[in-house]
């Protein structure tokens, strides 16, 4: 059986993995360029304030069932589909992950999620997307650019465990260069 190591500490990935309550927050400009998910553990805020923080270029952030989630301030850009190998969700715990959408932010199953004050542009699927069963999330202060299926709220119109989503989207920019789902809700009350 292969092994996964754990994620050096001082990392992105270190960090939103840890099993306890973490504000994360930068110490200067830079560009996170993810090989796999970032799957995200419970109770985790990402802070980019006052810092240029970009997550671009390759995967990016996997919120899974899991609960208050807070991500502030960051760069979400240019995101790939990826897959096919063992990530890390815990200290504890890894294992195989087929291929992503190449979503922004992927909320599957979560509650309890913030997005505020950031940017997503140019993805290769959704730059949010909220399915199987998510509630409680706020969408606000962002800036959506250059970009397709901007926002996906449900599972399916039949999936009932979307029937309890409950979602907030106030103040975000909807600006240049997008085409549809601005936001679209699939699911037929």
Known sequence: MTTLSLPSPGTLR??????????IIFKRDMVITLKQELIMNNFKTIDGQGVNVHIA???CITIQFVTNIIIHGVHIHDCN?????MVRRSPSH????????GDGVSIFGGSHVWV???S???CDDGLIDAIVGSTAIT????YFTHHNEVMLLG???SYERDKIMQVTIAFNHFREGLIQRMPRYKLKL
């Open 139 to 142: 969408i606000s202060n962002n």
């Open 57 to 59: 270029n390759g995967a």
């Open 81 to 85: 589909p990826t897959g096919n190998a």
């Open 116 to 118: 505020d004050h950031c």
């Open 120 to 122: 997503l542009s140019n």
């Open 94 to 101: 890894y294992r195989w992950r087929t291929m992503t959408d």
């Open 14 to 23: 270190h960090a939103v993995i840890q099993e306890e309550p973490l504000w």
């Open 155 to 157: 599972h399916s119109d």
